[in-house]
């Protein structure tokens, strides 16, 4: 299983920005998509998760209301649409599928993504 997360950049606080995950070689048992995040210093921070059988969205408390997770099945592809950005959403943004539980869960991710960096100005 390959992933290659795509879409980000520098951007100023207040603009939109839309990163693209593609999953290559993906079995029945990645169930869920999630995106994560890190920041300099700081753990890696749950973002956004969604199932590929559902379309029941699942969000981290410091994005929900901001941050829009969609996928296309066909495509083997999750999409995280990021509006009203903000200085703190700067961090490296990964893409990770994972076998279900707690999708907040770093734990239940089997594979990752290389990352792409947002970087938002103030």
């Known amino acids: 299983v390959q992933l290659q997360a795509s879409g980000g950049g520098l951007v100023q606080a207040g603009n939109s920005l839309r990163l693209i995950c593609t999953v290559s070689g993906r079995t029945s048992s990645s169930s869920v998509m999630g995106w994560f995040r890190q920041a300099p210093g700081k753990e890696r921070e749950f973002v956004a998760a969604?199932?590929?059988?559902?379309?029941?969205?699942f969000y981290g408390h410091s994005v929900s209301g901001r941050f829009t997770i969609s996928r296309d099945n066909a495509k083997n592809t999750v999409y995280l649409q990021m509006n009203s950005l903000k200085p703190e959403d700067t961090a490296v943004y990964y893409c990770?599928?994972?076998?279900?539980?707690?999708?907040?869960?770093?734990?239940?991710?089997?594979?990752w993504g290389q990352g792409t960096q947002v970087t938002v100005s103030s």
């Open positions: 990770a599928t994972g076998r279900g539980g707690l999708v907040s869960q770093i734990a239940n991710y089997d594979y």
């Open positions: 969604i199932e590929w059988s559902s379309d029941s969205p």
